[in-house]
């Protein structure tokens, strides 16, 4: 920028407006930032002054001049207001049927209620053809050598992260460029079918994976193929926020975003990670500093290995074993879901793993013919194995739980009066939540305060030697 007009070539200031006045022979039109002050032909030259009234960055100020046709089209705003899309396309695009269709509108409507109306509503978006492969979101006029779904998307998204919002420090680049690519990748699961939402984290997972090194995080801004790294910043980035969706759940997640972009700190200024993950912790209620320590900081990805059992009572015993491809990351913490499958019958159960070579319980009513390690591709891994087995026990005669539900304590009657050798309890998560052992009344009957327990689903193991029991009760 520095190099074609006096300006702050960094991130610490925006520009608080533009003019740009372009004289061209009659014949060609110019397109660039904000909208049209005035267009007037004398003499057979055209002058057109364009108006941007908005901060802007200095590297999205841009214009280009063609043989360009005007192509407009219309979006209804949250508001009731009318948007203009101004496509400026070359003759050959509209005989080669390379124009923007309504899916661009779709998209923006989209963007509006998923985080927040158009930044730029007051004046336009728009879509210039260029001689490039690739596209630019200059701000409010997208430069673009084709109008494939997911390249629209992406330009446009910017408009919101990295326009709106732009990165104050090229290490923070995946504020701008993975926001963009998850973006793109939320309209194919929103507008389109699911299994170009399940191709797209398929294809991605397995580019990135392709590379058992490298982070999100730019460590190297003087070299530009480091900031602009396409399967780091852009790829892993964007699995990174999916991962992170998974992880707090799609209300805090997509609500965080919002508050984000609504931050009077931020808007239409510059921002760094910690101003983000701060309102998503605030937002979720959680510290993600172990998270983004692993997948922001870090390099790698975990390599899974799962075994399980399952008894004669359809209780799963199931280990979880987890390996990094690179020394910056000892264990990647997650919760990790297993689909298990029967006869006409399945059910996915999710294991927060906490650490390496991990022993998690389950009951289901099924046996398990068949698992899959995360069945929707929640998780950034690559070539998981998972192997399973089933084996008969000698079950003892039922106990009886009571009462159930409970809101203090459950009584455990034992036949027989015999003692209990083992008693696990375990939530609907499969994580234990007590353990006792060598458990004995006189009259057979054990007492078990669960009064401290959060409400919901609870799983009981008991074990008296050679044989096991599994029973249940709700926590009101």
Not at 378 to 403: D, H, Q, R, W
Request: hydrophobic share 35%; net charge negative.
């Amino acid at each position: 920028s520095r190099d074609w007009w006096p300006c702050k070539q960094s991130l610490t200031d925006k520009i608080d407006s533009v003019d740009i006045v372009i004289t061209t022979p009659e014949q060609f039109r110019s397109a660039s930032n904000g909208l049209i002050l005035y267009d007037t032909v004398v003499d057979g030259l055209r002058t057109t002054h364009w108006q941007h009234r908005y901060p802007i960055a200095h590297y999205l100020v841009a214009y280009t001049v063609s043989n360009y046709q005007l192509h407009k089209q219309y979006v209804e705003m949250p508001n009731g207001d009318t948007l203009e899309i101004h496509n400026y396309l070359w003759p050959e695009d509209f005989a080669n049927n390379n124009t923007p269709g309504s899916v661009i509108i779709d998209i923006m409507e989209f963007f509006n209620e998923r985080f927040m109306p158009y930044p730029y509503a007051d004046e336009k978006y728009g879509q210039a053809t260029w001689t490039r492969n690739g596209a630019m979101e200059n701000q409010t006029m997208t430069f673009t050598g084709n109008y494939t779904t997911t390249l629209m998307a992406h330009e446009l998204a910017h408009h919101w992260f990295g326009n709106y919002v732009t990165c104050a420090t090229w290490q923070d680049i995946w504020l701008n460029e993975s926001f963009a690519t998850y973006a793109a990748a939320l309209v194919l699961e929103e507008l389109f079918d699911e299994s170009d939402w399940l191709n797209w984290k398929n294809s991605t997972i397995n580019s990135v994976t392709n590379s058992l090194d490298g982070s999100v995080f730019v460590y190297d801004t003087i070299d530009a193929s480091s900031v602009f790294n396409y399967k780091m910043v852009y790829q892993k980035g964007a699995i990174m926020l999916n991962m992170l969706r998974w992880e707090i759940g799609d209300d805090d997640f997509f609500q965080g975003i919002r508050n984000y972009l609504g931050d009077t700190a931020v808007a239409h200024k510059f921002a760094n990670r910690h101003q983000l993950i701060s309102h998503w912790e605030q937002e979720a209620d959680t510290a993600l500093n172990d998270f983004f320590a692993d997948w922001l900081y870090g390099e790698g990805f975990p390599v899974y290995d799962v075994v399980f059992s399952q008894e004669a009572n359809n209780l799963l015993n199931i280990n979880i074993k987890q390996t990094s491809t690179h020394p910056s990351v000892d264990f990647f913490e997650m919760h990790v879901p297993i689909k298990f499958s029967g006869i006409e019958t399945d059910t996915v159960l999710v294991f927060h793993h906490l650490h390496d070579d991990q022993d998690f319980t389950a009951l289901i009513d099924f046996q398990v013919s068949e698992a899959k390690f995360d069945p929707n591709k929640c998780l950034l891994t690559k070539n998981p194995t998972i192997n399973g087995m089933t084996s008969a026990f000698s079950a003892p005669k039922e106990f009886s739980v009571y009462p159930n539900p409970t809101s203090s304590s459950i009584y455990l009657s034992s036949p027989g009066e015999k003692p209990i050798e083992l008693l696990e309890i375990y939530d609907d998560a499969g994580k234990l939540v007590y353990r006792d052992e060598k458990l004995y009344e006189p009259d057979g009957t054990v007492q078990v305060d669960v009064s401290a327990f959060a409400a919901g689903t609870y799983y009981i193991s008991i074990s008296n030697l050679a044989s096991n029991w599994t029973g249940s009760f709700i926590k009101k």
